[in-house]
């Protein structure tokens, strides 16, 4: 959610970490959920009030209605009474501009075998803070389909003004830093949350794979996060449950990753086995590249609802670490599966392994461009960078080979 100067002079302020349309929550049940949730509809009109003469705000509207007047665009506005009124009539304008500024195209897929009317919890991989939600939301309205509520890193909404235009956007906080006791406390709360918005609510969820974005390009779904929605099972067999939760893997790819030299620092700390600190404008600079870098051609594909594969795990009778590793795997395996390989990703394959083995999939142009990319971010002097930034980008072949050779 940021202040941007760009577009020739436009202001563009993008509050786009997650939304979509739907059915209010009621205020039953959710004492518990009160430090984490997002706004009740009944309390949209008191928050827009509180901000709506904020710089953001107003950049925020006219990025999206460029042609509207400042009166047409306060109609616009004093019309939302609820979340899904501020959706429908903003964020969803905005995401489309995001798009046409700075896509070459956006591709969906499998969406049809979605029921309408039906709640979803759909395991992602994470590339990017802002655009990742925001894009399936997208789908999911057009394809008139139940948006999600989506996970965010309390880290990310620090400051109140910050936090209000998250919860305004359906979001619901992950809360980071916290002491193993604390993080068990919390874990239980966001697990039952998530719970009550799947079966009371029929409200889709997002969440990712794993804990922050995958950096590396090697998408693995984490135990831990599986753990973590199993806490809400009670006493029921966890995957008994988790088929009631309806889990569709989703996989994202980019073209171009437009943070992919933000994430290289990270990537050459790991290299070199060394602590890595975040510096104080780190997410902000992520959540700007990512949504007003160039993409080219996107692409989210939704895999199979999960169902057999869990009444095949539950009948294994393994061990429950193991049962959650089997889960991660399908999980892992639809991702892999999906993802929609670019040029860019068989191109990397191919200067990282010194190979021709994909010369048919990229052509000349394509090719001159990617080097020229590679060039500008790490130069040819940095071995380590160079292998670092191929891989983020060669991985997603790499996975899929490993099921093309089975």
């Not at 786009?16 to 430090?35: A, M, P, Q, T, V």
């Not at 009778?317 to 999980?331: C, G, K, Y």
């Amino acid at each position: 959610m940021v202040v941007v100067h760009d577009f020739n002079g436009a202001v563009f302020f993008i509050v786009l970490s997650s939304w979509r349309l739907g059915h209010s929550i009621k205020i039953d049940h959710l004492d518990n959920y009160k430090e984490i949730r997002p706004y009740l509809d009944s309390e949209v009109r008191g928050a827009l009030e509180e901000h709506k003469d904020h710089p953001m705000i107003r950049a925020l509207l006219y990025f999206t209605f460029p042609d509207k007047s400042q009166e047409e665009i306060g109609e616009i506005l004093a019309s939302c009474n609820s979340v899904s009124d501020f959706q429908a009539k903003v964020i969803y304008q905005s995401v489309k501009n995001v798009l046409e500024k700075s896509s070459e195209g956006f591709f969906t897929s499998g969406f049809e075998k979605l029921k309408p009317d039906t709640s979803y919890l759909f395991i992602s991989n994470h590339r990017d803070i802002v655009m990742d939600t925001s894009l399936l939301n997208v789908a999911l309205l057009e394809n008139h389909l139940v948006m999600t509520a989506s996970a965010i890193g309390d880290n990310l909404v620090k400051k109140p003004f910050l936090l209000a235009l998250s919860k305004l956007v359906r979001n619901f906080l992950i809360q980071r830093g916290l002491s193993p006791r604390e993080m068990l406390e919390s874990s239980r709360n966001v697990s039952g949350y998530i719970r009550h918005l799947l079966k009371d609510e029929n409200r889709s969820v997002w969440i990712a794979q794993r804990e922050g974005r995958t950096k590396d390009g090697n998408d693995q779904t984490q135990q831990g996060v599986l753990k973590m929605l199993a806490l809400a099972s009670d006493e029921e067999e966890i995957m008994d449950y988790f088929k009631k939760l309806r889990i569709a893997p989703v996989s994202i790819s980019y073209e171009y990753d437009p943070t992919d030299l933000l994430k290289m620092p990270e990537l050459m700390a790991r290299h070199y086995d060394l602590e890595y600190v975040k510096t104080s404008n780190e997410d902000f600079n992520s959540i700007l590249k990512g949504a007003l870098g160039q993409k080219k051609r996107i692409c989210i594909k939704i895999g199979d609802v999960l169902d057999t594969e869990l009444d095949e795990i539950k009948n294994r009778n393994e061990p429950i670490n193991r049962q959650f590793q089997m889960l991660a795997d399908h999980i892992d395996e639809q991702i892999h599966k999906n993802y929609r390989l670019w040029p860019t990703n068989y191109l990397a394959y191919d200067l990282l392994n010194g190979t021709a083995k994909y010369a048919d999939k990229y052509n000349e142009k394509e090719k001159r461009q990617f080097e020229r990319r590679l060039e500008r971010r790490v130069g040819e002097g940095n071995h380590v960078a160079r292998q670092n930034f191929l891989a983020m980008y060669a991985n997603p072949v790499v996975n899929r080979m490993k099921y093309e050779e089975d």
